[in-house]
């Protein structure tokens, strides 16, 4: 976990190819195929389109492996939510809110959604996810 949230770390100071060898190396350690195959697809996409295109390959990647495995809805918003695609973001997040994803508790302190704290919606879903206003 600490490649993970190593790569957190260096995302929130825009240092996108620490990033993606933080998630390989989360991939690799962790065990898991998914995880392992998300870091190579994101790999991929951002040498071909920067890191809109790592995002937007972890996003098709974690979208096909749910077909198969878990994985947290929350953490396919925030991809969307980097994207500046709010419509998408906000699905994501409404998924999580449908499926009780603990990692709702972190909406009011992630940095990766501060694009969507102007949007209403947002609004609502903290006071939906009972967190304080």
Same mark, same amino acid.
């Given at each position: 976990?600490?490649?993970?949230?190593? #790569?957190?770390?260096? +995302? /929130?100071?825009?240092m996108?190819?620490? %990033?993606i060898?933080? +998630?390989? #190396?989360? !991939?690799?350690? $962790? !065990?898991?195929?998914?995880?392992s @195959?998300s #870091?190579?697809?994101?790999?991929r !996409?951002?040498? $071909?389109g920067? +890191?809109?295109? #790592?995002l $937007?390959?972890?996003?098709?990647?974690?979208?096909?492996?749910?077909? /198969?495995a878990?994985?947290?809805?929350?953490?396919i918003?925030?991809?969307? /939510?980097d994207?500046?695609d709010?419509d998408? @973001?906000?699905?994501?997040l409404?998924?999580?809110y449908?499926?009780?994803?603990? +990692?709702?508790?972190?909406?009011k302190?992630?940095f990766?959604?501060?694009?969507?704290?102007?949007?209403?919606?947002?609004?609502e879903? %903290?006071?939906k %996810?009972?967190?304080?206003?």
């Amino acid at each position: 976990m600490t490649h993970f949230y190593l #790569a957190r770390a260096y +995302w /929130a100071k825009h240092m996108y190819p620490q %990033v993606i060898e933080e +998630w390989k #190396a989360y !991939g690799n350690l $962790s !065990g898991d195929r998914y995880d392992s @195959a998300s #870091a190579s697809a994101a790999e991929r !996409g951002f040498r $071909s389109g920067g +890191w809109n295109g #790592a995002l $937007s390959k972890a996003t098709e990647i974690r979208q096909s492996q749910r077909k /198969a495995a878990y994985f947290p809805p929350y953490l396919i918003a925030e991809l969307y /939510a980097d994207l500046r695609d709010k419509d998408q @973001a906000f699905l994501w997040l409404d998924t999580a809110y449908q499926e009780r994803d603990y +990692w709702l508790l972190n909406l009011k302190t992630d940095f990766l959604l501060d694009p969507l704290r102007s949007d209403p919606r947002f609004a609502e879903l %903290v006071r939906k %996810v009972g967190l304080p206003q």
